[in-house]
């Protein structure tokens, strides 16, 4: 009885120094991204409820000015509002130009992702590496280079002016397009990675099986890889489609500021306009919209999950 | 055997599939390499090839930007490197070397709260956060640049440290607990070794995505504190010079050296 409780104790004592250790190991980190990551999204969701100040900054008003501003345009004679679609159509180009990002990555990705899955364990690593690396190497710069090839005086246009292809060079740079290609660029390796993480467990027996049973190629690919690989393609899509939503420097780029994305806007908020508000508020309907994207992957997933146990 | 071998190889082929992984690769790589290629080119042009030449790079040198840019981008990237090493160590040991405990998918959620959130999101709300304890306190400086670049810079250190303590073996910590060694002994002698190459990998990314970030640094450095990334950005928008291509292209090649060196790192202890 008596060895028991010694025990007990020695047990509990043990339990309340690991809990202790945890903690100090734990509170630096979960302080430092609360305080300065977390706290900071609560402040824009007080600032977008407030009224700009003059030099930028807010004053302590309360206001619904940001989200009035966000769907209507005040007259400034009467006063009067009306509904504009300025800042939605932004919103909605925004959207439009990453899903169409997020299907042009996928298109290359897909047949790259299955390419490296099926090459020999030993070259897998190394065709992985090759499609990260780029991942790693700076943004900006990357952009950069496309907006160097791309370009009026860019190499795609000399050498296709220069084989006579044609008369005047093909505007690319500050079109919808570049954006477009931009986004893709920049994201790819996002779409590549997780498709490969699911077609790497695909079994090949199962093809073999599918065409012994004169399945024709087109039809494995639909019914058999494909559906293998489903929970990679939307968590590839979600992870291209989410940055792509928010993206800056790509529309700033290659779709030279006169395009603006959700990115743009409320950077410009927070610089030229001087509008902190209405920022705050742009940014906080960008965090909704991208809350939304996880909130359908999620249940999705989920069902797929389920629909396969 | 070979005839089923080739018949395998075969049946996994789609047509138009290589082709389109070629052209993937060459995609991410043309314009990387366009780039470098053209930071060696003698004439002004940037597109024209004249002749092999280091001009650029010794006019990068020579630019007092360029060297003030490149000296706070290294400040900040090693000040943050080094905080934000530390707390992903400590957070990892944390996660991995205790039993599950309730609140645990809290604390992932939150330590990779960073990579959650679109980052021109965080940046701006960084900003309105920070200018407001400017005004309370007055205290200005690049402390604040360093303190938003440990933030984000936490969740890529944290990844490669936690993946090598999960594929760490517990016996030879017990062993040491089991010959009296106290915790803090055990750390310093069995755990840390071992971990290191974690630590340094976890370092190198968190050193590497500091240097690359544009975004937070453009909105919340005061005067004075323009790193690299920034630099280039505002000479892209005045006008493309060859003298950002040299730039350009050593930035590159320094993460492209750091993330080789982790990946090299990665595979040597298998």
Redesign the interface.
Known sequence: MGADTRLEDAKRRVDAD??R??RQ??S???I???V??????T??LI?SFLSPGVYG?VTWEFSTNAYVQFLFERDIFDDTLSFSSTYLSIYGRSIGLAFVATVGAL???F??A???A?KPPSQR?FWL??????F???????T??????IRD???IN?SLQSIGLIDQPLTILYTDLAVFLGLI?SY??FM?LPLYASLEKLD?RL??AA?DLYAT?FQV?RHV?VPMAKPGIVAGCILVF??G??A??TPE?LGGGKELM??NL??LQ?GGSRN?PF??AA??I??VV?MLS?IIYVRYAGKEAKGHG | MAERARKMKDLRKQPGFDFLAWFCIFFLYAPIVVLIVFSFNDNRSVVRWTEFSLRWYAAAFDNEGIRNATVVSLQVAAVSTLFATTFATMAALATTRTPPFKGQMAAYAIINQPLMIPEIVTAVATLSFFSIIKQLTGVTGIGYLMLAHTVFCIPFAYMPIRARLEDMNLTLEQAAADLYATPIQVFRKVTLPLLAPGIVAGGMLAFVVSLDDVIITLMVAGPGETTLPVYILGQIRRGITPEINAVSTLLLLLSIVLVSAFFLLGNKKK
């Open positions: 690991t809990r250790r945890r190991l734990l630096p980190t979960l430092v991204i609360g300065f990551g977390l706290f900071p999204l402040i824009t600032y900054g298109l290359i990705g047949p790259t299955y390419f490296i099926s690593n590496f090759l499609i990260t690396l780029p790693w190497t700076n943004l900006l710069i990357r950069y280079a496309v907006l160097l090839i005086e860019g190499i000399l660029y790819l390796p590549v090949f093809v073999e065409y190629r690919l890889i989410i940055p939503l928010g800056y420097i780029l959700i990115g409320i950077a927070f902190w920022g705050s940014a906080l960008l965090m991208v996880l």
